[in-house]
Structure formats: C-alpha cells, structure tokens
C-alpha cells in the first residue's frame, strides 16, 4: 500500500485498495479519490457505512413495499424489505465468492430510488417526467447514491453523493442501460426499465469500466448485481406473500379452488413470466405445495404463526441453495466468483417458483388494492405537489430550493427533473402531509379521509 503524508499534521493518509481475492484496486476506486487516516476499514465496508447512515435509507421506513405503512405494526415497509433483502444477498454472496459488504451495500440501496405510494408512485411519476427522461425507480437509486445524497463535492463544485467504489455501485446497478438501450422483453413488450438517466451518464460510464475491460456483453450485470437481484425476488417473493397472510388477506389454502388457481396463472405470467404455460406453472405450484412445511391455512394461532415462519424460512433457503449449487456446479468450487468472472445460475424450476410466489401476492393484494379509489388519489397528490413546486420553489427543502436557484430561468427540462428529485424523495406521509399544505385539502371522495 502506498502512503500519502497529511501536510497539516505529519499522519499517513491510506489510499484505498481492494483487499478480498477476485478484486481489483480498480474495483475500490472512487469516483472522486479519497484518502482516510482509518485503515482499518475496507473501501467497501466504508461504502456500507454511508449507505447505512444516509437519510435516503431512513426515509425508507415510511415508504410503501406492497400495503401501507400504517396498515399495521407487523407490515412490512422499503427499510424492512432492504434489511432483509441484504440479510440474504450477503450470505448468498459469500458462499460464491464476492466480497459480502459489496453485496449487503448493495441490497440496502437497491430500492432507495422508489418514490412515495410504491410502484403506483412510480408509475405516476413516470408519467409526470416524460418531457424530463422519465422516472424509474432503479434509475433515480444511482441519481441519489452518486448525486443527491450529500457527502463528497466534486473538484468542480457538483455533487458525488456518497462517492462509492466502483464495484459497489456497479452492483446497485439492475438495470445496466439508458432508457432507449433497454433489451426487447420476451413477450415483445416494450421494456420500461431502464438503471440511468441521461445527465448520470458520466458516472455510469465510470463505474462501467469493468464491465468493457472483461469484454461482455453491455447490458450485462456484475456477478453482485445479479445476486442482489435474486435477493431482492426471493425477500419479494416469500415476505409478501407472508406480509399478506398475516394481514388477512389472503390465505394459502384458496389456491386449491381451480378458478383462483387459473387467476393466479393469467396474473404470474401477465406480470412475471410472460411465455410460460399453465400446465408448467401448475407443476410449480404443486410443487411448492408439496413441500413438508406448506401451510394452506394460518389461524392466526402462535403455533400457526410459527408454522407459518417455518415455511418462509423454508422457502428462502430452498431458492438460495438451488442457485448457489447451480452456479458453483457451473463455474467449480475452488475460485471467487465476482464481478464479471462468472454469472448467476437460477435453475429454470426455481425461476417458476418464485414468479408464483410474487403472482400470489399481486393476484390477491396488488391487484385488488391498486383497484381502490384511495390509491388512484395517490396519482393526483403526485401530480398536485409536482405543478405546485414548478411554480413555487419554497414548497422544496433547502437543498432543492439551492439547486433550484443555481439552475437558473431557462432550463425547463432541469427544473422538472429536480422537482420530480424532491418529490420521489418524500415518504407516503410527508407526500401527503405537502399535498394539505398546498392544497388544504384534507378529505377527498365525499366523506372518506386523505391519510
């Protein structure tokens, strides 16, 4: 390791290199360089660091994952989902090779991105953000962690965010793509999802590097993206699922009625599996259904509700460890599998099982939510807030109220994708609680409450 005196007081500054097998120090570069008095931190436990203190993390305790925050004290929120997506993602991750704090940092910033009122949010501002580029969710996660969330300021005086490694942000990435780069989906559809707007091209750009250098194909993931990803299914998949049972939704022993089975059929492939059969989807689902812990129905018992535990339990370590030996079946057991050495195996059957595990929670809960009045007011509150902060500024935070002011009169197209920044930034409740202050509106639909 090379040393690097600090002037003002004589102290060796440590430059940052990577220190677990299969990286490179390119992979602990920053985009701005930095050099640190503690040396007993890797680069990349210093990047979990940030993220775990940042304030985009915390916001996510008040965000939507599938019910509301405030439906019920055992719901789960974005910040319960991201703790426990990166629970998994991190033991998944060690077991093939990659560096676990890569991973974990990762699977907690993985849904930072997502707006207010959770993919309903999201749709909204996707459309209040066409003349900006759009909005997606995984897109505006690099714009905070490289942008937004406050920490290092670049030579020219713009923000770097939290200034993460190389490696660590290339693994946030899910979507490694511009919005006109987005590879065609299997059904023909077009695909919405996209991991980087126009103006972050050039830290995309950067931390994409070894992504060219391994000479693969460009939208390609790094081996930790894909584990994230999978993390992030199999949490969705399992804790939703839970999440809906508990909450008395649903309960499992209505997939035995071929009508429901039928429904969540049509659901799983309109939403997860586009080109895949019914007679393949029901061998999954018997197959699920076969398992020595399925529990059709929760009584809502301790020892049902145990049973009930046993069976996520069940289900999680069941996907992880069909992928992990499918992966180290593929590539041996005797080498770290990390960045783009080698690709995540999912087993086609594994793929089939999770997809119906997320087809249940949106056949029975998404669905049949997304379809009340309450929600479609979300849509408009978004829209509200979004017209009232281009016309009025001092409706935004301080920092956004700076950025505002520095951008000028002329440039349209920067105004709206900054509001769109504050708004996507906003919890459920602090969306709505801005919407009554603008507004003064308190009830809407006749006699039924906002909030």
Not at 34 to 54: G, K, M, P, Q, W
Not at 351 to 363: D, Q, R, V, Y
Not at 407 to 415: E, S
């Amino acid at each position: 390791m090379s040393k690097i005196i600090d002037p003002q007081d004589g102290m060796v500054l440590g430059e940052e290199v990577a220190n677990t097998p299969g990286y490179s120090d390119q992979d602990a570069a920053r985009w701005v360089p930095e050099h640190h008095r503690n040396i007993y931190r890797s680069a990349f436990e210093r990047d979990r660091a940030r993220v775990l203190h940042s304030s985009a993390l915390r916001r996510l305790g008040a965000k939507t994952q599938v019910m509301d925050p405030d439906t019920d004290d055992f719901v789960r929120t974005r910040l319960t989902h991201s703790l426990e997506v990166a629970q998994i993602g991190r033991e998944v991750g060690r077991m093939l090779g990659c560096d676990p704090d890569v991973v974990d940092t990762a699977c907690l910033s993985h849904d930072l991105g997502h707006p207010p009122f959770g993919h309903n949010g999201e749709t909204a501002l996707n459309n209040l953000a066409r003349e900006a580029g759009g909005f997606e969710g995984n897109a505006q996660t690099l714009r905070l962690l490289a942008r937004l969330e406050p920490k290092v300021i670049r030579h020219d005086g713009g923000s770097a965010g939290l200034n993460l490694t190389r490696a660590t942000l290339d693994a946030t990435c899910k979507y490694p793509w511009r919005i006109e780069d987005a590879p065609e989906r299997a059904d023909g559809r077009p695909n919405r999802k996209f991991g980087v707007y126009a103006d972050d091209m050039p830290v995309f750009d950067w931390f994409r590097r070894g992504a060219r250098e391994a000479g693969v194909a460009p939208q390609q993931k790094c081996m930790e993206a894909m584990v994230m990803d999978l993390a992030d299914d199999i949490s969705y998949s399992v804790h939703d699922v839970e999440d809906a049972v508990f909450g008395g939704h649903v309960q499992l022993e209505v997939l035995k009625d071929t009508a429901n089975r039928q429904r969540l059929f049509e659901k799983t492939r309109q939403w997860y599996l586009p080109a895949v059969e019914d007679e393949r989807l029901d061998a999954a689902l018997m197959r699920l259904e076969s398992l020595e812990r399925w529990v059709p129905y929760m009584s809502g018992t301790r020892a049902s509700m145990a049973a009930f535990k046993a069976l996520t339990s069940k289900l999680i370590g069941r996907f992880a460890a069909t992928s992990m030996e499918a992966t180290r079946q593929q590539y041996g057991v005797d080498r770290p599998l990390t960045r783009y050495s080698a690709q995540l195996i999912v087993p086609e059957e594994t793929e089939h099982e999770i997809a119906l595990m997320k087809g249940i929670a949106t056949t029975f809960v998404m669905t049949v939510r997304d379809a009340q009045p309450h929600y479609e007011n979300q849509q408009e509150i978004l829209g509200v807030l979004v017209e009232a902060l281009l016309e009025n500024p001092d409706y935004m935070d301080s920092v956004f109220r700076a950025d505002m002011r520095e951008l000028g009169q002329n440039d349209d197209t920067a105004k709206l994708r900054l509001v769109v920044d504050q708004v996507a930034s906003l919890t459920d409740r602090s969306a709505v609680a801005l919407y009554r202050r603008i507004t003064g509106n308190h009830w809407v639909l006749g006699d039924k409450p906002l909030w």
